[in-house]
C-alpha cells in the first residue's frame, strides 16, 4: 500500500511523468529499453544478495566479483552490444556501485583496442575478452597523479636479451590506486618512462603480466596488493604495484604509435590528438554521472520529505509535512532543478562529442580543442556542485540521512572521488581557464572566436570605445529565461576580463609566465567557473523549445528559471558588482527565488518520479516509492551484525566482569 | 626496507628524521608555536596538564586506534566498551577525578572513542530532574557502572519537535505504577547512543496520562535488561538501529514498549510529580533545567567541532608541504602544492576559522560561566540571549566547521580518499553535529526570533542584551575605505559586519511586520521570511565572531611575533567572509564594486603571507601523531612510506581472499566456454 501522502502527491501533479521521463531517456523507445534491460537484471535471482550495508569490505568485494563474472556471461548470453545498454545493464547489476572489472572493461580493453599492434591484439584480446587474462590500467602512482610527466616508473629497454626492464625506483614511484589491481588482474597496462639507448623517450605503456597464470600468485619481482581501506569503493580492489628489476619481452610495448625497434632505436609516433577525444568522453560520463547521483539523492530527500511530518507550521493544526516549510524548500528545490540541469547539459556533451567523431574520422578536428576545454570545466562544475548537494540532501533528512539506510552516505561516498579522478577539478578549471585567456587574447589581437566563447567578441567592440565591460547595461526581464542567459553571459564576460587584466598585470610585474598565472590562478578558477555557469543555463534554456507538452514544459521552465535566479541569488555580489542588476532586481530576484519554491511544490514528487529510479536501484529506505519509510527502516535494522545475537559477546567480556569488580 | 632507493623525497626518512619540506617550513617560523600553545590552552599549566593526560593514555595499549580504519561494526563497537571499562581503572589508578583539572582532556586524548557516554547523559538528567530521594538512589549505582544508562528521548517519527513524542505513560492508581508504551511504530525510540546493546536502564520520554489526561512529556527511568545476564526485560524490544556513517563504536539503539510497568517513584520527579491518588503536582522552576540543555550545546563546540576542523587543517596542511606536484616554474624541481595559490585558497581560510572559532568558543565560555552565576542567584533575565547564542554558534560552527573538513578533505586529492589520510572519518563524524542537539536550521530560525525581538525593543528604545545593543546602531552610510591596505583596519571590516547584520535583521523584520499588516496570518509571515530569518541569524553570529577575533588579538601580548601573526589571520577570516558573501556587502552599496575588488585584493595578498607560517599555525595545535590517526598528517611528513606500510597491515592484504578460490579462479578457467 502506497503512503496516503505519496499518493496524495502524485494525484496533485500538473503533468505526466512518464512524459519526462522519455525526455531524459531521449524518446520513449529508449525508456522502454531500459525498463527492458533493468527487469532482466532485477528479475535475475542471480543477482540477489544481502544488503551490502551489512557486510564485511571482503564480503563486498566478494559479491561484486561474484556478480561481475556473472555479468559478462550473460551480457554476451543476451547479446547486449551496444555501449549505453552494456552502461545501463552494469549500473544495475552494481546499483550505481563501481566493481573490480570496470578497469579491465573499461580501461584494458579499449586500450588494446586503440594502442596495440595487429599482433599483440591477435596474443592479448581475446583472451582478454575471454577473462582469461584481467587487466587494469597502471598510471597513478602515490607521489603522482595529475602531472603525468612526473612519473617515476621506468622502462629500459636490454637489446642483449630484447627485453624491458621495469623498476619502481621509489617509494614514490610505487602504482597506486588502479582498480582491480589489489587482488583482481593477473596483467596490467602499465605507464612508465621508456630508457632506451640511455635517453629518456617520455611515457609510454606496457601489458605486465603481474599474477602466475592457474594460481594466481604474484611473479617473482613484482609486489602487489590492496591500498586498504577508503571513504567508499568497498568493492573495488583499488591496488599498488611495486616492481623490481621486472622483464617483459619487447613486443609487450604497446607499439601501434610509438615503436623501439630490436636494436633499441625507437621510433616517434605519428600523432596523439585521438587522446584527446578519450578524454571528452570519459569527461562527459562524469557529467552524467553528476545528473544521476544528484538526482538519487533529491529523489530520496523529497519523498521523505513529504513523508515525515513535524513540528507546527499552524498552531492546533495537525504537524505538517516537513515539505512545507520555506527553508526545507529551498534547500532542495535549486538542486532538483540543477540535477535536471546537469542532465541537460550531459546530454549536450555526448550528443556534440558524437557529431565531432564523425569528423574526426573525417579529419576535421577544428571543434575539438573548444570542446576539450569546456568540458574539463563542466567536468569540475558539475561534480563540485553535485558533491555538495548530494550533502545537502543528506542533511535535510536529519537524523535518518545519517543512517545507511538512507542510501545517501552510500551515493556521497561513490560519487566524491569523481572531483579528484580523471583530472583533479581545480587543474580542470585552470584549462578551461587557459582555453578562456587564449580566446580572450585573440579577440583583443583582433580576431574573432566561435562557439560557446563567442561572447569575448563584444568585448572587442567596445574597446572601440573605451568603456569598461561593467558600465554595460543589459536590461534584465527576471521572468525570461533568454534575458537571464544574457545576464550570466555579461557576468562571464565581465570575469573573464578581469581575470585576463590581472594576469596581464601580473606579467607587468614579474618575469616568470608561470608565477603570474599562479598569483592569478583564484582569479582564472572564478572565470572558469562563471563561464560554465552560462553554459548550462544556456543549454537548460535551450531544451524548453525541445519540449513539446505543454503542461511538461511549464514545469521545466519554472525549473529553468529558478536554476538561474536562485545562482544569481547566491551570487549576486558578481551581477552587482558588474552593474548587470540593481540592489532592487536582486531584491526582486530574491522574492521570485521564494515564489517559484511555493510554484514547485506540488509537483515535487512528480519530478523526482520522472528519474524513475527503480527501489533497487536507489537502494532507500528514506526513498522507497511506496513511501512507507517506518516500517521499513525497522526491518532493516534488525539486520544489524550487532543484532546478530541478542546479548552481544562484549557483555561477557567486559561488562560482567566490570560490574562484578565494582 | 630495500625499497628506499634514492628518492629525494626519502632522505632522511632511514634516519627517522623529519622529511626536509616540513622542516624547512618550521625553520623559517614567524612566531613561537610553543608559545602560540600556551595561549591556544589558556596558559603554561594547562599544557602541562594537557600533555601528561595525552601521554599516560596513548602509552596505554588499551587506547590504541592503531587498526581502527580496519575494524568492522562489531569489533569497533568491542573495542568502544573495553576502553571504557578500561578508563575507569585508568581514572582511578591515576587519580583523576571528574572535577579534576585532568578530567576536561581526556575525551580528547581517547579521541572519543569510547562506550558509555550516554551513561554521562542519564546521570546527569537524574542529577538534574531528579528528587533528592532519586539522586541517592541512582547516582551511586551508576556511578559505580553497577547499572549502565542511556537516554531515550528521540523516536523515530519525532526529532526536533518533542511535543511531538508518541510514547506514553499511562498512570495507574491500583497498581501505583506507570505503564509504558510505544504504541506505533514511529514512536519507538529511535538513535539514543548505548541502548542498542549495553544499556540497563535509560530514562524515557514519554506523555504522561493520568485519569485520561495528557500533561505532557515527563522522564521516567526504565530498567530495559536484566542485571543478571542483560537479556532483555519483558515488554522490551531493543537492538542496534544498523550502520551509520561513523560512530561504529557507539550501539545506537531502538526501543520498544508493551504494557511496561515501573514503580511511581521512577519518574523524575524533581520539578512535578504525580501522587499516589494521581494528583499531579508541578513545583520550582525549571528554567535552569533548560539553561543545563542549552549548555550541552557549547561544551560540544570545542571536542566534537572545533577540534576536528584544527586536526582537518593540521593534515592538510602538512601533507600539502611535503607532496609535489607540477612545476610552477620551467627548469625548476616539482613545487609544493602549498605554492599554488588555490590550494592556499583552499586551505588557508579554514585554518584561520580554526582560530576564530577557538576564541569564540572561550567568548561563549566566559559568556555562559556569567549566565551561570546569575541564575544560581534565580536571575533568570539572561536566558533568552544565552539561549539564542548557544543555539546559533553551534548551528554555525557545526556548519562552517563541517565544510571545512570536507574541503581539506578534497585538497588533498586521491589521497585523502583513503581512510588511512583520517579525513574521512573526521568528517562522517563532524557531521552529525549539524544534526544532533538540535538541527542547524531550526536552532539559527530560533536565534533569527530573538534577533527579531530584540530588533523591535532596540528601536523602541527598551533596553536589549549586551551582545545585541548593537542592533540599536542603524546608521545609513558607506564603507569609509579608500585603498587596500583600509581593509586591514579591523575597525573598517568590523563596521562592514556590523552594517550586515544589522542590515539583515532589520530588513527581515520590516518584511515581516509588512506581510502581517497586510494580514498574512502570523505563522505563515513567518514561514515566508524563513530563508531571509535564517541568514539573518547566521550574519549575527558571522559579526560576532570578527568582533571577538579583533577583540582577543588586540588583548594578545605582542611577544614572539604572535600577535602579529594571529593580526594576519583575523584579517583573512574577515576578508574571506566578505569575498565569499559579496552580495550580502554589495546589497544596499555599503560596499561598492571597486571596494570590493581591494577586498579581493588584499585577501589574495594575506594567502601569500600566511602561506610561510602555516605549517607552524597547525603545528601550534599541539596534536600527537598518535591522536591524528594520519597516514598524511604525521609529524614527521614521512607521508608515503607510512602509507605504504599501513596499507599492507590492511586485512584485505593478510588474509587469502576466498573470492580468488570461489569465483575468480572458475572465471579464469572456464574460458568462458558457455559462450
Not at chain 2, 34 to 50: F, K, Y
Not at chain 2, 242 to 251: A, L, Q, R, S, T
Not at chain 2, 395 to 421: K, W
Amino acid at each position: 500500500m502506497m503512503n496516503a501522502d505519496l499518493r496524495r502527491e502524485r494525484a496533485a501533479a500538473t503533468f505526466q511523468p512518464e512524459l519526462l521521463t522519455h525526455i531524459l531517456d531521449g524518446g520513449a523507445e529508449r525508456t522502454r529499453r531500459r525498463k527492458e534491460i533493468e527487469a532482466l537484471v532485477i528479475n535475475d535471482p542471480d543477482f540477489q544478495h544481502e544488503d551490502l550495508n551489512f557486510l564485511s569490505r571482503s564480503q563486498r568485494y566478494e559479491q561484486a566479483i561474484r556478480k561481475s563474472s556473472l555479468m559478462v556471461m550473460k551480457l554476451r548470453e543476451y547479446g547486449i552490444a551496444d555501449p549505453e545498454e552494456i552502461y545501463w545493464f552494469k549500473s544495475f547489476v552494481h546499483r550505481g556501485r563501481p566493481e573490480p572489472l570496470d578497469l579491465h572493461l573499461g580501461m584494458f580493453l579499449p586500450t588494446l583496442l586503440t594502442q596495440a599492434t595487429p599482433e599483440q591484439q591477435d596474443r592479448f584480446f581475446m583472451p582478454a575478452w575471454n577473462l582469461e587474462i584481467i587487466g587494469t590500467y597502471a598510471q597513478t602512482e602515490m607521489g603522482h597523479g595529475t602531472h603525468l610527466r612526473g612519473l617515476e616508473t621506468t622502462a629500459t629497454y636490454d637489446p642483449a636479451t630484447q627485453e624491458f626492464i621495469l623498476n619502481s625506483p621509489t617509494v614514490t614511484s610505487i602504482k597506486w590506486w588502479p582498480g582491480g589491481l589489489g587482488k583482481t588482474s593477473n596483467h596490467a597496462i602499465v605507464l612508465a618512462q621508456l630508457y632506451t639507448q640511455g635517453q629518456c623517450k617520455g611515457l609510454h605503456a606496457f601489458i605486465v603480466p603481474i599474477r602466475q597464470l592457474g594460481t594466481h600468485e604474484p611473479l617473482p619481482g613484482i609486489t602487489v596488493g590492496d591500498i586498504g581501506p577508503k571513504f567508499g569503493y568497498d568493492e573495488m580492489d583499488n591496488g599498488y604495484l611495486k616492481m623490481d628489476n621486472f622483464r617483459i619481452p619487447r613486443e609487450n610495448m604497446l607499439m601501434k604509435y610509438a615503436q623501439v625497434e630490436p636494436d633499441g632505436t625507437y621510433v616517434k609516433p605519428v600523432s596523439d590528438k585521438l587522446t584527446y577525444g578519450t578524454m571528452v568522453f570519459i569527461r562527459s560520463l562524469i557529467v552524467g554521472d553528476s545528473a544521476r547521483s544528484l538526482s538519487r539523492a533529491c529523489t530520496i530527500a523529497i519523498r521523505y520529505s513529504a513523508v515525515r511530518h513535524q513540528s507546527e507550521l499552524k498552531p492546533g493544526e495537525p504537524e505538517p509535512q516537513i515539505l512545507d516549510y520555506q527553508t526545507q524548500q529551498y534547500k532542495l528545490f535549486p538542486l532538483l532543478a540543477t540535477a535536471y540541469a546537469f542532465h541537460f547539459v550531459g546530454a549536450y556533451i555526448k550528443d556534440t562529442y558524437r557529431r565531432i567523431s564523425g569528423d574526426i574520422n573525417a579529419g576535421d578536428l577544428s571543434e575539438l580543442p573548444e570542446l576539450h576545454a569546456l568540458t574539463a570545466g563542466l567536468k569540475a562544475f558539475t561534480s563540485w556542485t553535485a558533491n555538495a548537494g548530494i550533502e545537502e540532501c543528506r542533511m535535510a533528512c536529519g537524523g535518518h540521512g545519517y543512517s545507511r539506510c538512507s542510501g545517501i552516505p552510500d551515493i556521497y561516498v561513490t560519487f566524491t572521488p569523481s572531483c579528484t579522478y580523471e583530472g583533479e577539478n581545480t587543474v580542470m578549471m585552470l584549462q578551461t581557464a587557459r582555453f578562456l585567456i587564449k580566446s580572450y587574447n585573440q579577440v583583443i589581437a583582433g580576431q574573432r572566436v566561435s562557439g560557446m566563447v563567442s561572447y569575448l567578441n563584444d568585448l572587442s567592440r567596445q574597446r572601440i570605445q573605451p568603456q569598461h565591460v561593467a558600465a554595460r547595461t543589459v536590461s534584465v526581464r527576471i521572468n525570461d529565461p533568454t534575458s537571464l542567459v544574457e545576464a550570466y553571459k555579461a557576468r562571464a564576460a565581465r570575469l573573464v576580463e578581469a581575470a585576463a587584466k590581472n594576469l596581464q598585470a601580473e606579467l607587468n610585474h614579474r618575469k616568470s609566465k608561470e608565477d603570474a598565472w599562479n598569483r592569478t590562478s583564484v582569479d582564472l578558477v572564478r572565470a572558469s567557473e562563471v563561464h560554465c555557469h552560462y553554459v548550462i543555463v544556456k543549454l537548460f534554456t535551450a531544451k524548453l523549445s525541445e519540449i513539446s507538452n505543454a503542461a511538461v514544459r511549464a514545469v521545466m521552465t519554472e525549473l529553468c528559471l529558478l536554476y538561474a535566479l536562485y545562482g544569481i541569488s547566491k551570487n549576486a555580489g558578481d551581477f552587482m558588482q558588474a552593474g548587470i542588476l540593481t540592489d532592487a532586481q536582486i531584491t526582486q530576484v530574491n522574492q521570485r527565488v521564494k515564489e517559484l519554491l511555493a510554484i514547485i511544490r506540488p509537483n515535487a514528487v512528480a519530478l523526482v518520479d520522472s528519474f524513475d529510479f527503480h527501489d533497487t536501484h536507489l537502494g532507500s529506505v528514506l526513498g522507497r516509492y511506496d513511501g512507507n519509510v517506518y516500517e521499513n527502516m525497522f526491518e532493516w535494522a534488525k539486520k544489524s551484525p550487532l543484532n546478530k545475537t541478542e546479548v552481544h559477546e562484549s557483555f561477557h567480556k567486559h561488562l560482567k566482569p566490570m560490574q562484578a569488580k565494582l | 626496507m630495500a625499497l628506499l632507493g634514492t628518492s629525494k623525497y626519502a632522505q632522511g626518512i632511514g634516519l627517522g628524521g623529519v622529511n626536509p619540506d616540513l622542516a624547512s617550513e618550521r625553520q623559517t617560523a614567524s612566531f613561537s608555536v610553543e608559545g602560540l600553545t600556551t595561549v591556544l590552552d589558556g596558559g603554561a599549566e594547562h599544557t602541562r596538564v594537557r600533555r601528561a593526560v595525552v601521554e599516560v593514555i596513548e602509552r596505554d595499549p588499551v587506547f590504541s586506534r592503531e587498526n581502527q580504519y580496519f575494524q568492522t561494526q562489531n569489533e569497533r563497537y568491542e573495542a568502544a566498551v573495553r576502553k571504557a571499562v578500561h578508563l575507569q581503572k585508568k581514572m582511578h589508578e591515576m587519580g583523576w577525578r571528574e572535577d579534576g583539572p585532568e578530567f576536561i582532556y581526556i575525551y580528547r586524548a581517547v579521541a572519543g572513542d569510547v562506550a558509555f557516554l550516554l551513561h554521562r547523559v542519564f546521570m546527569r538528567s537524574i542529577s538534574v530532574l531528579g528528587s533528592d530521594e532519586q539522586v541517592a538512589k541512582w547516582i551511586p549505582l551508576a556511578t559505580k557502572h553497577q547499572l549502565i544508562g542511556s537516554y531515550a528521548q528521540t523516536e523515530l517519527g519525532h526529532g526536533t519537535y518533542l511535543q511531538g513524542l508518541e510514547t506514553t505513560a499511562v498512570f495507574d492508581t491500583t497498581t501505583q505504577e506507570f505503564i509504558l508504551n510505544t504504541p506505533k511504530i514511529s514512536a519507538m525510540k529511535w538513535w539514543p547512543g548505548d541502548m542498542g546493546r549495553s544499556a540497563t536502564h535509560t530514562v524515557v520520554f514519554a506523555q504522561l496520562y493520568v485519569h485520561g489526561k495528557c500533561y505532557g512529556v515527563h522522564p521516567f527511568i526504565v530498567q530495559i535488561r536484566s542485571l543478571r545476564d542483560h537479556s532483555l526485560c519483558p515488554g522490551i524490544t531493543a537492538g542496534d538501529i544498523g550502520p551509520k556513517m561513523n560512530f561504529e563504536h557507539i550501539d545506537n539503539g531502538y526501543l520498544m514498549l508493551q504494557n511496561v510497568r515501573i514503580p511511581r517513584e521512577n519518574m523524575l520527579n524533581k520539578f512535578c510529580e504525580v501522587q499516589p491518588d494521581g494528583t499531579y503536582i508541578r513545583r520550582g522552576s525549571q528554567k535552569i533545567n533548560y539553561f543545563t540543555m542549552t549548555t550541552v550545546r557549547v561544551s560540544l563546540l570545542s571536542d566534537e567541532v572545533i577540534l576536528p576542523l584544527m586536526k582537518a587543517c593540521t593534515i592538510a596542511i602538512r601533507y600539502s608541504a611535503v607532496r609535489r606536484q607540477s612545476k610552477l616554474n620551467p627548469g625548476e624541481e616539482e613545487a609544493k602544492i602549498l605554492d599554488y595559490q588555490t590550494q592556499q585558497e583552499k586551505l588557508l581560510p579554514q585554518l584561520a576559522a580554526a582560530y576564530a572559532f577557538h576564541f569564540v568558543n572561550n567568548y561563549l565560555h566566559k559568556l555562559f560561566d556569567t549566565g551561570y552565576k546569575e541564575i544560581q542567584e534565580r536571575n533568570f533575565n539572561s536566558l533568552p540571549e544565552l539561549h539564542a547564542s548557544s543555539s546559533g554558534f553551534k548551528a554555525m560552527l557545526s556548519q562552517y566547521c563541517t565544510a571545512g573538513v570536507e574541503i581539506c578533505l578534497r585538497a588533498c586529492g586521491g589521497h585523502g580518499y583513503s581512510l588511512l589520510s583520517g579525513l574521512p572519518s573526521l568528517y562522517t563524524k563532524i557531521l552529525a553535529s549539524c544534526i544532533y542537539e538540535g538541527e542547524n536550521t531550526i536552532l539559527l530560525l530560533q536565534t533569527a526570533r530573538f534577533l527579531v525581538k530584540c530588533f523591535a525593543a532596540a528601536s523602541a528604545g527598551q533596553p536589549v542584551p549586551q551582545s545585541v545593543t548593537y542592533l540599536a546602531a542603524v546608521k545609513p552610510g558607506k564603507c569609509p575605505a579608500k585603498n587596500k591596505l583600509d581593509f586591514l583596519n579591523p575597525d573598517i571590516y568590523v563596521e562592514a559586519y556590523q552594517h550586515t547584520a544589522i542590515r539583515l535583521s532589520s530588513s527581515t523584520a520590516a518584511k515581516l511586520q509588512d506581510l502581517i499588516q497586510s494580514g498574512v496570518k502570523k505563522h505563515e509571515a513567518w514561514n515566508q521570511c524563513t530563508v531571509q530569518l535564517v541568514q539573518a541569524a547566521k550574519a549575527h553570529c558571522h559579526y560576532i565572531t570578527v568582533k571577538n577575533f579583533v577583540e582577543t588579538v588586540e588583548k594578545l601580548e605582542n611577544k614572539a611575533g604572535i600577535q602579529k601573526i594571529m593580526k594576519h589571520l583575523c584579517d583573512l577570516f574577515a576578508l574571506h567572509g566578505i569575498f565569499s558573501n559579496a552580495g550580502l556587502f554589495l546589497h544596499d552599496g555599503y560596499i561598492s564594486g571597486a571596494q570590493m575588488d581591494m577586498i579581493t585584493a588584499s585577501y589574495l595578498d594575506l594567502l601569500g603571507v600566511i602561506r610561510k607560517d602555516a605549517v607552524p599555525l597547525v603545528d601550534a595545535f599541539d596534536f600527537t601523531d598518535k591522536s591524528l590517526n594520519s597516514a598524511l598528517g604525521s609529524y614527521d611528513g614521512n607521508v608515503y612510506q607510512r602509507l605504504y606500510e599501513w596499507a599492507q597491515q590492511s586485512p584485505t592484504n593478510q588474509q587469502i581472499s576466498p573470492a580468488y578460490e570461489k569465483y575468480l579462479r572458475p572465471l579464469l578457467h572456464n574460458k568462458l566456454s558457455k559462450l
